[in-house]
């Protein structure tokens, strides 16, 4: 029990810069699997739901990968009658270009709004045009340290028009040993067998959510537990009306 008592900073092997990007990309999809079938998807919707307001929003997300989570969310808008733009950054040149293409293919299916796709650490991001009304990070935020979270939280903080929030793992060995096992007897992927349980001792508690927070020097907040062992962590910025449709 006493790996669970602190966060583990061991590396994740896709943190690693020499991953070949099939692997990438199969971990993608499976990861898209999991926020589907766990309630990750789910949760980012509650998410952009307690910040929602108007009929006209900006949606960042920051780690965004092959932009599955702002396709689910701008979908979401869509049926709701709000109009969205979208801005996925990441730091891998492959996840964009995986992005960009999913989103132009979804053309035809569905009237989405515009999209930019950003190859960048998200720290390097000036927004020269309109700062996004809501920024997001979904499974972001376990790859940082508790030092560089609180520069993380400070720039969406900074970023922001309405607020920001985050969608991450809750550190409990019932956790840990499921998704071990999930992952051990469905998982075709090398790096999801490796490096989901080891997100999990990357996650955090409600303690260190705490800890972290006050550092920032944010003041008010809500930090939301929910199923399967996540964190919802959101934070308005602006006057806003939340958004209470199912």
Request: proline share 2%.
């Amino acid at each position: 029990m006493t790996r669970f008592a602190k966060r583990s900073y061991e590396k994740e092997i896709l943190d690693q810069d020499n991953v070949p990007f099939a692997d990438i990309e199969r971990n993608m999809l499976e990861l898209d699997w999991i926020n589907t079938w766990l309630g990750g998807h789910r949760i980012s919707i509650l998410g952009l739901k307690q910040l929602l307001g108007g009929r006209r929003r900006i949606l960042c997300e920051i780690g965004c990968g092959g932009g599955d989570n702002l396709r689910i969310l701008s979908r979401y808008c869509h049926r709701h009658g709000i109009e969205t733009e979208v801005v996925g950054v990441d730091i891998n040149e492959h996840c964009i270009a995986v992005a960009r293409e999913k989103w132009q293919n979804d053309h035809g299916e569905w009237q989405n709004g515009h999209a930019e796709w950003l190859h960048s650490d998200y720290r390097q991001v000036a927004f020269d045009r309109h700062k996004p009304d809501i920024i997001f990070s979904s499974l972001f935020c376990h790859h940082f340290t508790d030092e560089e979270l609180v520069s993380m939280i400070r720039w969406m903080e900074r970023n922001s028009t309405t607020g920001w929030y985050v969608n991450d793992l809750h550190r409990h060995p019932l956790a840990y040993y499921s998704i071990r096992w999930l992952t051990k007897w469905l998982s075709r992927s090398y790096l999801v067998k490796n490096d989901a349980p080891l997100s999990v001792l990357r996650g955090f508690t409600r303690r260190e959510w705490t800890a972290i927070l006050k550092e920032a020097d944010i003041g008010a907040y809500q930090l939301k537990w929910k199923w399967a062992f996540r964190w919802l962590l959101s934070r308005s910025t602006g006057l806003t009306v939340s958004y209470a449709a199912g």
